[in-house]
């Protein structure tokens, strides 16, 4: 658009984008496909079909373009209910028999959920409030359309898959941060159909919580095995979707689970551990890439922390996700990492916002941080007769709270020892926690604020 503002105006004026969406028409998509099934060599039924395919990927970006330029079009597209359900059907339209006309297809994907992930990002809950009621009536051709795309090999770091990535995570990001700002229940939730089961070909029905999870953890896996610093962005994205995935579906927790993905991710930060070990010895460029305030972390860094998110999202709200932790020695674990936790504050605030998702409802997470050390095995925690440390990790959360606290006046992180006095607030329930701070005089220190 050379004068967009003219050109938007004169759109709104003569009511043109209502004309435009016309063109969505999914009954008339599904019937060229089945002619072209009928009749496959009749080129004019195809290249009617790839004119029309051009067309809707056309009015799409179009439409985005709007929306970019004036984010007031978001409210007029909201309008047009049938329009965008339309867009939303289009997901299940697919012609594979002629390459070509599958490249158009999987443009025509890609333009849909770059519009609705545009819309979401700018509008947020407001939007995600408005688009329920259509996205969760078609949520088996929305989850349906994700998963065939991350499950093809040739598809995977294409555009179409890092936007069905962007789309996963925006959409069921936005839904976790309308869920918890809720006072009431929704009528439309997509948490709920996540756990809802989608009947399927067969007798066999899923649900898309599930499917979505364990379509995620096949590409975590995957790309958590490329050593190079560039697959971290793609490594980035997975986890984005696989972390919101994991946060609003039970059924995913569940799976994941059985597949083993807690013991699996115990393994990632091991092997980061020892990764940043054998680095340290080879000189001390991590600490001095701290010391000179460069924004950009240590790759290593970035990995331990992306995986400690996404651990802290499959913990949450969960009971047998973090026994299964705690049987992995995952409260060993995290002392091991603590002393890097001193030389990045970013890793530092991932490692206790992580203590606090596991020792919430969780006596047996709670007690076991009594009994960790930094030179014990990280294997398993569970010992016949188990011995406090002098050494533990609760000593060494009511370190950091005493130097977060005096340091507030001038390098101090407020939110940092807001998240750490909630972990010792959940620690205090545990009998052997308690008594750890007791005799370390900690609790002495808030007799002298009376």
Known sequence: MLEPEKTLDNLQKKSILPTMLGVFDVKLMTSYIAELKKHPK??????????????????????KACVTYQHKWKGVLLQEKNAITQIVQLLSIAYEDDPDTAVLCESLW?????????????????????????????????TGRCVSILQEKKLMESKLWRMTLTFIAVTLTTEGQRIAMATEEKEHCIAHILDARIPTEGDNSVCSGVSLCQSLIKLYDTVALRPNVQSFVMKQAVANSLKAVLELSETAKASAMEDGFVESLCEQLKSLHVKLTMEILDGPHLLIQ???????????????????????????NNTEVKIAAYETGLSNLIHKLWAWGQVDSALM??????????????????????????????DKTITSVPQTSNSSLVHCIIKLVQKESSEMSSSGNPDLLKVTFNVLMTLSLSQECRGIMWKSNFLQDFSKLS
């Open 349 to 378: 605030m991932a490692l206790v916002t992580l203590l606090a998702t596991y020792t919430a409802k969780c006596p047996q997470g709670c007690t076991s941080l009594a009994f960790t050390s930094s030179q014990m095995t990280i």
């Open 290 to 316: 701290q010391q000179n305030g460069k924004k950009e972390g240590h790759h290593l860094i970035n990995q331990v922390i992306l995986t400690l998110d996404l651990l802290r999202n499959f913990l949450y």
């Open 110 to 142: 890609n333009e849909i959920f770059t519009l609705l992930s545009f819309m979401l990002q700018i509008g947020g809950k407001s939007v995600l409030e408005a688009l329920s009621p259509i996205m969760i009536k078609n949520w088996h051709i929305i």
């Open 42 to 63: 009749r080129k004019s039924f195809l290249l009617v079909f790839r004119y029309l395919l051009r067309a809707q990927i056309s009015v799409l970006k179009l439409v």
